[in-house]
Structure formats: structure tokens, C-alpha cells
């Protein structure tokens, strides 16, 4: 708003692929296929979860509620291991 840096760019469109192939409607079990080990992350604020790339410092943004979630939370700050991998990203957030 005040700033003349920009933060970040949402990328909605699935016709925008990754370097790996992995787009904005790519499955938990896609990203998963790319990224063996990754955790899903529980954002308190929007209340949704993410699935963050460090390498590239992508995030996966799925809007998830507490109806769908993709993790099994037992602490709200630590990491989860993915449950439902069907479930398709809104977009990717590129910082």
C-alpha cells in the first residue's frame, strides 16, 4: 500500500508451471511427488494451510478451514505431516 516494494506475486492460473511442472491447482500428492517430506503449515491468521517450496520460496496456499484440513495439528506453530493429498492448491505465492 505505502511501499514501492512489492511482497509478493499470487499466481492463480494453472496455465504457469513451475520448473518442476507443479502449477496452482497442482494435488498435495503432486507437490508431495516433487517434494518427498514436505509439511503442511497452518496459517493462524487467514486460517488456511500452505505447503512451502525453500528452495524457490514458492508457497502452495490451500483455503482450507477446520472441516477440511490437510494436516493433523497437534501444536498450532509446528509442521504436519500432509493427510488429505487429494486436496488442490489455490494458488502459489511467489516472495
Do not use: C
Not at 29 to 44: A, D, H, W
Not at 69 to 74: L, N
Not at 87 to 93: P, R, S
Request: no cysteine.
Amino acid at each position: 500500500m505505502d511501499s514501492d516494494e512489492i511482497l509478493a506475486i499470487a499466481v492463480l492460473s494453472k496455465k504457469l508451471k513451475t520448473a518442476n511442472g507443479l502449477n496452482p491447482k497442482s494435488s498435495v500428492q503432486e507437490i508431495q511427488k516433487k517434494y518427498p517430506g514436505i509439511k503442511v503449515n497452518l496459517n493462524l491468521m487467514m486460517d488456511w494451510e500452505d505447503l512451502h517450496d525453500k528452495k524457490n520460496n514458492f508457497d502452495f496456499v490451500f483455503m482450507t478451514n477446520e472441516d477440511n484440513r490437510i494436516g493433523e495439528y497437534t501444536e498450532t506453530q509446528i509442521p504436519a505431516s500432509p493427510k488429505r493429498t487429494t486436496a488442490k492448491a489455490d494458488w502459489i505465492t511467489i516472495r
